[in-house]
């Protein structure tokens, strides 16, 4: 069954669609974007595997979609560019959960994320629910959604949501979200502690 694509990111699929990062993330956005029938071009820092290392100018001026992977913060000047452009930007996890017809159930926290989203997927299958476990497990959630077409409505996401995923949520919205802890960490990438508290935090505000 082919994936229903929203009526907004339908008309951003005729133009090539700028994915930041050629990590695991990147190239299952990639995946994904070839499966909806759209062009996909990564640009990554260290050009790996023939990504473009360089996005600026003409590069970001020809793209009116951008998903970015996690590694990239708010402040990356590839992200602000993309901004300023006018382009619609999307982190790998907000754009994956559009075409996603199942429930999510989110799990974040400092220490203890995997555990409990390995746990809680090994529970729900044991009581016969169709669960699958996807996010900052090392499975991206873009390549959920391919593999499994977009899920049945009774299908379920168990999501591991990190931070550095969490803080630029647009569109991605969880059907429940599980705290594990808190705790110092990640203050090169969010400043301070309430930073990055707020970053964890937007998962409840969705």
């Known amino acids: 069954m082919p994936l229903t694509v929203p009526d907004f990111i339908q008309p951003l699929l005729a133009h090539p669609v700028a994915i930041l990062g050629g990590g695991v993330s990147g190239r299952a956005v990639l995946a994904l974007v ?78 203890g994320k995997t555990t409990l989203t390995e746990f809680l997927t090994h529970a729900l299958r044991s009581v016969g629910r169709d669960a699958c476990a996807a996010g900052n497990i090392g499975h991206p959630f873009s390549r959920l959604v391919m593999e499994r077409e977009g899920g049945a409505p009774d299908s379920m996401a168990v999501c591991e949501v990190s931070s550095f995923q969490a803080e630029m949520l647009r569109y991605f919205r969880a059907d429940a979200a599980l705290w594990t802890n808190f705790a110092e960490d990640h203050l090169e990438r969010h400043g301070t502690m309430e930073a990055y508290f707020l970053a964890k935090w937007r998962l409840f505000e969705r």
Not at 39 to 62: H, L, M, P, T
Request: proline share 4%; glycine share 12%.
């Open 34 to 111: 070839e499966t909806l029938g759209g062009r996909g071009e990564i640009f990554d820092e260290k050009a790996v595997d023939g990504a473009r290392a360089e996005f600026r100018g003409a590069s970001v001026q020809a793209h009116r979609l951008v998903v970015f992977s996690p590694g990239f913060a708010p402040t990356h000047p590839w992200v602000v560019a993309a901004r300023a452009s006018g382009a619609v930007c999307l982190a790998e996890l907000d754009f994956a959960s559009l075409f996603w017809c199942g429930s999510v159930i989110a799990i974040t926290g400092t220490n």
